[in-house]
């Protein structure tokens, strides 16, 4: 290498220094590319239990509107006693999925990265799915005490 003109090796070093400006710069936009998608992973694990949490409303609503109408649609078809007790179970089901759909959004195994889109805030679910809670209570109250369709 001694050998070599001053200029070659001279290139040599520029060349390099190139070189490793290059694979710098690749190191950051590389580094910043895998953020950016673990931030949008991010935000599709969110969006999924804010869907999740939707679907488990949404059972309670079906389930809150068959107990209620279990009353007027079975009365008279089959003894009172089953009609109580189809009412009964599809609202107790009601109040578990409004239940189940707050403790599926708020309790999440492990944590996830922090997204960027705004979360639900956990009171505000709490209070809306308490109040189709007490729903579902007044349904029970008028299904055993309230009248016949007859």
């Known amino acids: 290498m001694a050998d070599e003109p ?9 060349t390099t220094k190139e070189a490793a400006q290059v694979s710098a710069s ?3 936009r590389t580094k910043s590319a895998a953020e950016r998608a ?5 935000d599709r694990t969110l969006f999924a239990a804010e869907r999740t949490y939707a679907a488990w409303v949404r059972t309670g609503l079906v389930g809150l509107a068959s107990g209620v109408g279990s009353k ?3 009365d008279g078809a089959v003894p009172p006693w089953m009609v109580l ?3 009964t179970v599809l609202l107790l089901f009601s ?3 409004f239940g189940a759909g707050v403790w599926r959004q708020l309790v999440v195994g492990t944590a996830p990265p922090e997204p960027d889109v705004h979360q639900l805030p ?3 679910l709490a209070a809306i799915n308490g ?18 369709g007859r």
């Open 6 to 14: 001053p200029t070659t090796v001279a290139q040599s070093v520029e």
């Open 26 to 28: 690749a190191a950051v």
């Open 38 to 42: 673990t931030e949008l992973a991010a």
């Open 72 to 74: 007027k649609l079975l």
């Open 85 to 87: 007790g189809t009412g």
């Open 95 to 97: 109040a578990f999925c």
């Open 122 to 124: 956990p009171a505000l």
């Open 131 to 148: 109040f189709l809670a007490l729903v579902v209570l007044t349904a029970m109250v008028g299904l055993w005490i309230g009248p016949t």
